[in-house]
């Protein structure tokens, strides 16, 4: 069995048991991209291998390539992001961040900037008071850095078509948007995470304008994406 000589950071984006004790993830790496890591024994209160294993957690790995999985050689915890759990909102919106990774990546392809984006995003839902805000922001950034930016011209009055972006005429694919939506999205796409935890514009945006701005943006990454449906899409609706 093979070790990689040097470690890999990743990210747990699921797990599935297997056995009685083991179980398999799925892992984001900084180096080889999306992977599958047999745990053998995770599931036993005193496996060395079980906050490595947990779904959220930045890790360090040195990996073993077996025929079908990679395993273990080694392994630490870097950032657990277990904060993420306290609150039922948090915990939603950064699950399906994972998930749209997870669906939309190809399988051992690496993409160091989403990775770096994927991590931040995760530390700020240890805290943040605005999940949807920054689900959101994660989002429009993820997409312009895959090539799929949506167009968002800010206008008066305008139409967001889950095919292109802005348009100034509806369709049945589109969504009215007023200007105050448009500048919304814009400083979630172009300021920072922290700029954006910190913007008290973005409490004046009512919670429900929020989530139908969120699931506007899903429709979106679904069409383009060619993602047919997600595991915690009925709890947007």
């Known amino acids: 069995m093979a070790t990689t000589n040097n470690y890999t950071l990743g990210i747990v984006l699921n797990e599935m048991e297997f056995g ?75 699950s399906i961040l994972l998930e749209i990774l997870e669906k939309s990546s190809i399988h051992g392809e690496a993409n160091k900037k989403v990775f770096d984006l994927m991590r931040k995003s995760l530390y700020f839902f240890n805290f943040t008071r605005d999940p949807i805000s920054l689900a959101i922001a994660f989002e429009l950034k993820y997409l312009s850095f895959i090539g799929y930016r949506p167009k968002l011209d800010i206008k008066e009055k305008s139409y967001f078509s889950i095919r292109e972006g802005i348009i100034d005429f509806q369709d049945p694919y589109s969504f009215s948007l007023s200007r105050r939506d448009l500048v919304y999205l814009n400083k979630l796409l172009y300021k920072k995470f922290e700029e954006i935890e910190n913007e008290k514009d973005m409490e004046e945006i009512d919670v429900n304008r929020k989530k139908y701005l969120h699931n506007i943006i899903i429709k979106y990454i679904k069409y383009n994406l060619d993602i047919s449906s997600f595991k915690s899409d009925r709890l947007f609706n």
């Open 20 to 94: 009685e004790s083991s179980k398999i993830i799925r892992v984001f790496t900084r180096n080889y991209g999306i992977i599958s890591i047999m745990v053998k024994g995770a599931m036993t209160p005193k496996s060395k291998n079980l906050g490595v294993s947990q779904v959220f957690g930045v890790n360090e790995y040195l990996l073993k390539k077996g025929q079908s999985f990679f395993y273990i050689g080694d392994a630490k915890i870097v950032e657990s992001n277990f904060k993420i759990r306290d609150n039922y909102y948090n915990l939603i919106y950064a």
